[in-house]
């Protein structure tokens, strides 16, 4: 019987590698490497249209060249950069946020693009055009943005205390609120709040933000990414800050939560479709930022992702605006708000030595917890105890040969 | 006395099983909410047949799970095979626990130390394209020795030894003897080794993330990068998918185990057909030779 096994899974395998072979069948189409955000691209499900099988289609009526969209996908910006830099692979298309484009230019990392061979670039917001992370629009093209506000559930929020930072920080409601879990956004909250600059490298500035976030912690339920959606829509959390483009996805299973953009001031971000250096394909992939940006692929993109897409097609189809009123009732007004009424800025990409202070800085706030005490002395207690047992078990064999 | 006990037995049963059973459970949900339970429906398992990005992740992690298992079975036998007829007890110490460190090392040394060689030998033979599925190949083979290794050792230490140099004194091969004597004594621990294997490569996160190039995504790595948004649940329903294929998978195993003869009988039935050959083999070279003096 295991030998049958063992036969069954090798005919598996072989069953499987035929498979794959048939897969890869067109050898001569080219691979087209995209590295993007995890489910950051209309991609299929739920009905919505496969952005990548358009292109391929695309590419191949209008050149006569097979194309072959090889997609993968990461969590972080920082993950994508940490595998872009070992140089082990390349890439045609990757999408950071303009802090991390700043630093991939600062480090040589991008190509240049070459804006004639995308014509739609002209339909990206004014605003977005030559960004001060790029500013002669080199290097990247616009894909998403959004800013990060605070999500509250209406049932156990006070209207009266929203519209701040302060909520944040408002002790009634302790043990409802969650913190981001990484340091530049969860310093950003506390830095807004008190009107610092964001890239600030003044180690005093830092401190003070320091002390805010210390100040908060016992009011705060935890330090989350990802988890706030579940949080916030089951209602076990109250308070969060969170992107728009995110709200808007937690409002459709729990439409008692509502959101607002601090009066303070804000984060904003962008991320950005760039070629890497190194990148086999710059003309094909040149071909699908252009494709990008088309309307039909760009509302279905906006639609599918939530956020707050740079290009003035989408911002004006109507298809999509009745798409996203329907979805949020104010949702035009929550994803692009008039940005001059607000005070936003972006990250900067930070020094090598601001950016260990801050993480030095983060690290003392996240050791610093109010449990750590128990939790040492539950550990010595653990040790003790096991300490004790292999005492008392080395003297009763002691006593034991003794007595022989 | 027993109610404590057997209530014991279903708390452990309770701690292990019930995160599992809520997964499952969720995986019907109609809506995509975790907290509550909206209504039953089977739009997740529809939603994940419709995915091809998740389904193509799965068949990149099969392919690598069962390339990776294979061939790691065979290495890790040989190689505990070799051990076993090692006569140095220091050496064979010596190895042992080298053989060890993988499985001790925390995956993101044995993952960034993997990730530096392939880098460096790739820039050596100046390829453009250092990780890719060979790398990754290459990466779950090596941690996944080590666990067929210690399955497959201590049945070489059980096995009689005498049985190897019986079946050579009846006239086996060394390989003869390897193939039908000492592989069936071992199968036991291959299979498990093999099993291991399988189930490490396939939820193997952080060493295929430092190893993998840009042809080849996994399973555990789509879902990782799934967390910068929210992970959805039609990962819930493959993951039920999974878990009941495996469960299938082991009680098929253990179904088969009980019926199957024991391997002794299987033994000294093939011991005892070899006797028989090499009798009429004799008997029949002792009535040739009869023949030429008559």
Known sequence: ?404 | MKILSKSYIALILAVLYVPILVLMLFSFNSTNNTGVFTGFSTYWYEELFRSAETFAALKNTLILAVSSALISTVIGTLAALGLDRMRSKLLKGTINSVTNVPMMNPDIVTGISMMLLFVFVGTLLGSTEKLNFWTLLIAHITFNIPYVMLNVSPKFRQMDKFLPEAALDLGCTPAQSFFKVELPCIMPGVVTGFIMAFTMSLDDFVISYFCSGSDFQTLPILIYSMTKKEVKPDIYALSTLMIIAILTLLILTNLSGDKGESLKDKLSDSASRMRERMQTRRAARASGKDGESQ
């Open chain 1, 1 to 404: 019987m295991i030998k049958r096994i063992l036969a069954l899974l090798m005919l598996a395998l072989v069953a499987l590698g035929t498979v794959s072979l048939i897969g890869c069948g067109d050898d001569d189409a080219i691979t087209l490497n995209v590295y993007n955000w995890g489910e950051y691209i209309s991609d299929g499900s739920e009905g919505t249209l496969d952005v990548n099988a358009a292109f391929e289609d695309y590419y191949y009526e209008t050149y006569g060249v097979r194309v072959e969209v090889n997609y993968t996908t990461y969590a972080s910006n920082e993950d994508m950069y940490a595998k872009l830099k070992s140089g082990a692979t390349s890439y045609d298309i990757v999408i950071p946020s303009e802090y991390m484009i700043q630093r991939m230019i600062d480090e040589d990392m991008l190509e240049e693009l070459d804006l004639a061979n995308i014509p739609n670039f002209a339909y990206i917001a004014e605003e977005f055009q030559y960004p001060e992370y790029d500013p002669d629009n080199r290097y990247s093209v616009p894909y998403t943005y959004g800013m990060v506000g605070v999500i509250y559930n209406t049932k156990m929020v006070d209207e009266a205390d929203t519209g701040s930072w302060s909520l944040m920080w408002n002790d009634k409601y302790s043990g409802k609120i969650l913190q981001f879990n990484n340091a530049r956004d969860a310093f950003g909250t506390a830095m807004y709040y008190q009107k610092i600059d964001v890239n600030t490298k003044d180690r005093t500035e830092w401190e003070t933000a320091l002390a805010y976030l210390k100040a908060q912690k016992p009011i705060v339920q935890g330090y989350v990414m990802d988890e706030v959606f579940n949080k916030m829509k089951g209602e076990s959390a109250a308070i969060a800050p969170y992107y728009a483009g995110d709200y808007l996805t937690m409002y459709d299973s729990n439409d008692a939560l509502a959101f607002y953009y601090p009066e303070e001031g804000t984060n904003v971000f962008v991320d950005a479709m760039c070629v890497p250096r190194g990148a086999r394909n710059k003309e094909i992939a040149e071909a699908y930022i252009n494709f990008m940006l088309s309307e039909e692929i760009a509302v279905a993109n906006a639609e599918y992702i939530g956020y707050a897409s740079p290009n003035t097609l989408v911002r004006e189809n109507e298809d999509y605006i009745a798409y996203m009123v329907d979805w949020h009732e104010d949702a035009m007004n929550i994803l692009y708000p008039d940005l001059s009424t607000y005070t936003t800025s972006y990250y900067h990409a930070l020094d090598a030595e601001t950016q260990e202070m801050a993480n030095g800085l983060w690290e003392q706030l996240k050791i610093e917890s109010s449990v750590g005490s128990s939790i040492h002395t539950l550990a010595l207690i653990i040790v003790i105890v096991v300490a004790a047992l292999l005492l008392w078990r080395f003297i009763l064999k002691k006593y034991r040969s003794a007595q022989y």
